[in-house]
T-cell receptor, first 113, second 110 residues
């Protein structure tokens, strides 16, 4: 299995631009999670999906952030417009086993100038 | 809200044992996880313990759970330089309980 795939691995953009992060979960997993990691705040859950349906988006910082999961094999996290304080590493994780384990992708390092 | 606490740093010498501690508040956790994050990488599931167990051993790793005190620990025997990483605990198993600790950075000195 290829594991969770995220793209791009690095993204540098200017303030005000739209950013789209992509995730392909492990085949057969029915849960998908988006996290953000910064030095100051640690690892924060932004949103998670179960069977392609958003279950909890209370961690999404504000309306500039949106996430979609159009099918079981793809999800996007979009930031529009981006701001410097959005700079972080964004992780996608998938899970689906009974023991509630999660498998993380390698992350996307986002820098907003 | 639920909370997970870990000390931020731990430094040990190669060959010594490392003990990383975690306290949590959610008493409904059924599985408790340890993840390892190496520089520039995502979190990797290391091991986990079911809440009705006190201890689980997996090669050099020993997980101890004190459910009464809501205390979880990870012991790494014969710590190697390759064990240098950030270790996260996560009490989980209940829907929506997706809070990670802030992570303990383990530094192993030769």
């Amino acid at each position: 299995d290829a594991g969770v795939i995220q793209s791009p691995r690095h993204e540098v953009t200017e303030m005000g631009q739209e950013v789209t992060l992509r995730c392909k979960p492990i085949s057969g997993h029915n849960s998908l999670f988006w996290y953000r990691q910064t030095m100051m705040r640690g690892l924060e859950l932004l949103i998670y999906f179960n069977n392609n349906v958003p279950i909890d988006d209370s961690g999404m910082p504000e309306d500039r952030f949106s996430a979609k999961m159009p099918n079981a094999s793809f999800s996007t996290l979009k930031i529009q417009p981006s701001e410097p304080r959005d700079s972080a590493v964004y992780f996608c994780a998938s899970g689906g086993r009974e023991e509630d384990t999660q498998y993380f992708g390698p992350g996307t390092r986002l820098t907003v100038l | 809200g639920e909370d997970v606490e870990q000390s931020l740093f731990l430094s040990v010498r190669e060959g010594d044992s490392s003990v990383i501690n975690c306290t949590y508040t959610d008493s409904s956790s059924t599985y408790l996880y340890w993840y390892k994050q190496e520089p520039g990488a995502g979190l990797q599931l290391l091991t986990y313990i079911f809440s009705n167990m006190d201890m689980k051993q997996d090669q050099r790793l020993t997980v101890l759970l004190n459910k009464k005190d809501k205390h979880l620990s990870l012991r790494i025997a014969d710590t190697q330089t390759g064990d240098s990483a950030i270790y996260f605990c996560r009490p989980g198993g209940s829907q929506g309980n997706l809070i990670f600790g802030k992570g303990t950075k383990l530094s192993v000195k030769p």
